[in-house]
């Protein structure tokens, strides 16, 4: 089959190709770096002709102009599968929505159980010679996206690194009904608050429970970068990655010859995820590089694949959590932050894993706009709060006053082992909160 002659058959211009989206219409952007740029902008050109145009996707690296139109919210909603900054204020715009879910169901939901999109959108690197547009950085869902769309429209950007499979991360020629090169944008970064020493402190914590020939899954923040961090400057050796989300730490891991990914079970030699969002210095690192495994999220994420990799240790954040275990990672009360992801999912399959450990840690307090300092420990969780991790799948905790394992543990142990790890200037509230709970006994440490 002659390719190139399929490829000038199915070219087209923005344009032209956002004439095929009607009033009512289920479009999907795909995810991250792989949300489309020309495509986006041409049909918030057409926003006047439509109403109730319903578009999926998430962790927006930067804003949509369909967003931006007047009265978006008359024309478009964003439906996200996992929230960013950019996501949040959509929220309060009136114009997104998020989906809750475990992320690790995502492909199956788009086979099974959702309305199928009427049109696919979604950013993609060049063709190969052999017919594929990669999807780069973001093999996550998509080809579930594509195999179960209408209309599949594909933006070429030649600044989207190849990420190498694996297995769905790209889609055929003969798949795709329209082609669209946009205008190259640089595929857009994401970057990570700097460390902070309490982030450094959780970090040495968390890095002395490694062993060597650990596997790693990181999630995203100040906390998991300054453990990547750590483990660069360590003498820690064979480490492997089985991870959601790849980040820049993995980068500075390898870089320091850490991660041969030798002792992995299964998958042996390949630092596998399902999406990746950083700095350029990471895109030009997972571009046509062998030693990663772009791979979709119904693999990464399933706890019984992670359950097979020995040794692996999982670690995440929190925004609060309560006296029992409790691990809220998505909402400040009613207010939405995040999102679910696959932080469930590894805390589950890293416990399964002979020698894994999951970890949790956050810092002890945090600041308010007005200064005030507040703890993220709480007796109960505030009303409208999210439980992402229910307190019988929580199995480390920590924070800048030492690690502790709930397992095991009664509600008072497990409130005298929480309030340990608490700031000190709220450990006698919380004390005194847990006795009105009937969570503490008398003979606990004060």
């Not at 596997?215 to 995203?220: A, D, E, N």
């Given at each position: 089959m002659d390719y190139q002659a399929l490829y000038q058959s199915k070219l087209t211009t923005a344009a032209e190709a956002a004439k095929v989206v009607k009033s009512g219409d289920w479009v999907d952007f795909g995810w991250c770096t792989g949300t489309p740029d020309a495509l986006d902008k041409a049909l918030a050109a057409r926003a006047e002709e439509l109403v109730d145009v319903n578009i999926r996707g998430g962790v927006l690296l930067a804003p949509l102009a369909i967003a931006q139109v007047p009265n978006a919210n008359k024309h478009f909603s964003w439906n996200s599968w996992h929230m960013s900054g950019i996501e949040r204020k959509m929220i309060a715009d009136g114009i997104a929505y998020y989906a809750p879910l475990r992320y690790s169901e995502l492909p199956r939901w788009y086979r099974e159980s959702i309305c199928p999109p009427d049109v696919v959108m979604i950013q993609v690197a060049p063709m190969d010679k052999h017919g594929y547009f990669n999807f780069g950085p973001s093999a996550s869902h998509l080809a579930a996206v594509c195999e179960t769309g209408k209309k599949v429209i594909v933006e070429v950007n030649t600044n989207m690194p190849r990420c190498l499979g694996g297995f769905e991360e790209?889609?055929?020629?003969?798949?795709?009904?329209?082609?669209?090169?946009?205008?190259?944008?640089?595929?857009?970064?994401?970057?990570?608050?700097?460390?902070?020493?309490?982030?450094?402190?959780?970090?040495?914590?968390?890095?002395?429970?490694?062993?060597?020939?650990?596997?790693?899954?990181?999630?995203?923040?100040?906390?998991?970068?300054?453990?990547g961090s750590l483990i660069?400057?360590?003498?820690?050796?064979?480490?492997?990655?089985?991870?959601?989300?790849?980040?820049?730490?993995?980068?500075?891991?390898?870089?320091?010859?850490?991660?041969?990914?030798?002792?992995?079970?299964?998958?042996?030699?390949?630092?596998?995820?399902?999406?990746?969002?950083?700095?350029?210095?990471?895109?030009?690192?997972?571009?046509?590089?062998?030693?990663?495994?772009?791979?979709?999220?119904?693999?990464?994420?399933?706890?019984?694949?992670?359950?097979?990799?020995?040794?692996?240790?999982?670690i995440n954040n929190a925004v609060d959590l309560d006296l029992t275990g409790q691990i809220n990672a998505e909402s400040a009360g009613t207010k939405h932050i995040s999102g679910a992801g696959g932080q469930l999912d590894f805390v589950l399959g890293a416990y399964l894993s002979n020698g894994g450990k999951s970890f949790i840690c956050c810092s002890s307090t945090f600041t308010t706009?007005?200064?005030?300092?507040?703890s993220r420990i709480v007796p109960t969780l505030s009303p409208g709060s999210t439980v992402t991790d229910t307190r019988t799948n929580t199995h480390y905790l920590v924070t800048e006053y030492g690690k502790v394992c709930l397992k095991g543990l009664s509600t008072w142990e497990r409130a005298e082992a929480i309030i340990s790890v608490a700031h000190p200037q709220f450990r006698e509230q919380l004390i005194q909160e847990a006795e009105k709970l009937k969570i503490w006994r008398t003979s606990n440490r004060r």
């Open positions: 790209g889609v055929h020629i003969t798949d795709v009904d329209m082609i669209v090169e946009g205008d190259n944008p640089p595929i857009r970064t994401m970057g990570s608050a700097a460390a902070t020493e309490i982030d450094e402190t959780v970090a040495k914590l968390i890095v002395e429970e490694i062993p060597n020939g650990a596997c790693l899954q990181l999630g995203i923040g100040g906390m998991p970068n300054a453990v660069a400057q360590s003498d820690l050796k064979d480490l492997g990655v089985h991870t959601e989300m790849y980040v820049d730490g993995f980068v500075d891991m390898a870089a320091a010859g850490k991660l041969s990914c030798a002792k992995k079970n299964i998958d042996k030699g390949r630092q596998v995820f399902a999406f990746g969002a950083g700095t350029q210095k990471m895109y030009d690192y997972m571009d046509d590089n062998p030693a990663l495994m772009s791979v979709p999220v119904g693999y990464t994420n399933d706890s019984r694949v992670i359950s097979q990799i020995d040794n692996f240790i999982s706009r007005s200064g005030e300092l507040k």
